[in-house]
């Protein structure tokens, strides 16, 4: 297929995934007033780390319920929910609310009642802990993870909305400070101030960040991409961040035949891809937020290098390889990961970003932390998944390095035919994110209708079973273009 691909930068508009929405009328504008809590999010240049938050809405039931709260027993979220919580009614007259848990509130009013509430949240570094060390834990969901640099703020909705109970949709307004843009998962604002619309549970699985950004757009096909990377970044930084996501872009619908469809509810027309450098970090890497990108660098004096930009490209096919067909169970994590790694490693190889030298380089290191997991020898590639963070070098580099052994073994047993794209655009047609997801199994029985039993079965012993040396032969093998 054709595939159209433009980049731009951003200029002086508001580019949002939420169209104006008519105007309510009548009892469906007194049922949507009663169904909406309205917010408004402020962010302070002074102190980027302390967010304000007012909300209003009808009490329909007495509970308030914030993720943020959890953070102060323990939890390495980086969101501290600061105990400054007002409610009143819209009169004027106080509220008392009883704390009955972490993030959770008793409001003593009538249902029916108009409130309106003021807090605060602290975006806190120091509580990005893993086993003593000032580092993030990759091992938790993005989702689950607040930050914030000098210039720019991160914050995700579980931590930032304080929620009523009984509510379905939410409007909200964020304001930053002037020069600042602002990024979320509904819109993108070049000024100061953003309006958004969203249910619920769509507005607390997205995240919103504000600060000194740098915005571009890239379009492939039915999808845009709005990278946004912080204005202090060094350009070459930037130039390179752009180049892989907007080559890797088109590289993916390409293969695919297609932009991502929409799954578990998240509607794939505009994605945003969100970079920096946190100094809490040792180790790069990133996540999806709902259905957006969040890349995170160590500091130091080349940040984003190639293991870096492969994590752009990695997060990037992860709209297809985990969101648009979705493993059965954690333990496919090998092809989940893996094969989502060689598909980045690829795109940057074929985009010259690394030559072949960098590649063996990138597969050696791979080989490397795969045989020195403490479960090599004694745990399938398969059983780690369970543990995924755990055994990263298992399931990680291990799922890379069958990725490989797919790809090169396909290609030989049928002269170049057939290879590992193929079973990625077979899966896409085949598998979803509902109920036709899919296992170990079945992505060996598309090897086997592919390219014969006789190349997909030792591969699936590669990964159900426990011997370790078979997979040199794939890291040392350059990837066909």
Known sequence: MSTRIAVSSLGL?????????????GAAAQQGAADTVRYTVTFDAAEPRLVAVTLGWILRSPTLEIDAEASTSGSPSGGRFVNDLRIETAAGTAVAAAREAPGRWRVDARPGTRLRARYRLRIDHAALRVTGSPVYDWGRTIAEVAWTTRELAFVTGRMLFLTPT???RAEAVVQSPPGWRTVSSWGVSEGGRLSLRASRDELREGFVAAGRLELSRHVAGSLALVVATPSAMPSRDRREIRRVAGSSLGRFVRLMGGAPRASLGMPYREVVLLTAAAPALELAG????????????????EPWGPRALAAVAHELFHLWNARAFRYRTPREGWFSEGVTEYLALRALLDEGVIGDDGYRDLMDGAFDRYRHDSWIGENSILRAGDLKFAHRGLVHDGGLLVAACIDADMRRATNGARALDDVLRAMFQR???????????DVFDLVSELAGDAVARPLQRMVDGTASLGLWRCATERPTR
């Open 286 to 301: 990133g996540g999806l937020a709902w259905k957006d990108i969040v890349l995170l660098a160590p500091p130091g004096d």
């Open 431 to 441: 598998f979803d994110a509902g109920e036709r997801t899919y296992d170990t199994g």
């Open 13 to 25: 508009q508001v580019v949002a995934v939420l169209a104006a929405l008519p105007p309510m009328q």
């Open 166 to 168: 009984g509510m379905t």
